[in-house]
């Protein structure tokens, strides 16, 4: 009878240490932006951050709404436009400043439904190779981008398109 109750002990405490050991690292959940009308998954607790940026010749306020996870960002960025015939203009220099930004060059480019679907590759700060996976829209007077940006040995295939899926304007 003890070497039946062991042997279930010793099952259960693998099955704990296998259970933990599979612990998923991103933390999905949903966000829904006070400040733009769209929803996404975020794979942490976000941060909110609003500064003044030039799209294209335009002083626009920029919503940003990012989640950090192993030094990997998922970002949602949003701004409204004076003017709606501006916002393709406006969405094209989005897309170019986070290429910049990561003094990237762009890999693949699709365009699906008026969205554009890019990846990039670059250097961070440190050296060490970026990636950048993004969709930037417009929708009336408003500009989105949706981005990953990290090192690539970070995420994978099914993470960009939980992220960049999940991306829904209401």
Known sequence: MKKLTLKKTCAVLLMAGAVV?????FDWRDFRSADAPYTVMLPGKPATHTRSINLDGQEVKMTMSAAEVDGTMFAVGTAELPDAAKAALAVQAMKLAMVRNIGGTITKETTKDGAFDV?????????APLAMHGR??????????VVILGNQ???DADTVDTFLSSFKLY
Do not use: I, M, T, W
């Not at 990846?119 to 050296?127: F, K, L, M, P």
């Open 21 to 25: 050991a599979c612990s998923p690292k």
């Open 119 to 127: 990846e990039a590759r670059g250097v961070g700060q440190n050296g």
């Open 136 to 145: 930037f829209l417009a929708k009336d007077k408003r500009v989105y981008q």
């Open 153 to 155: 040995k970070h995420f």
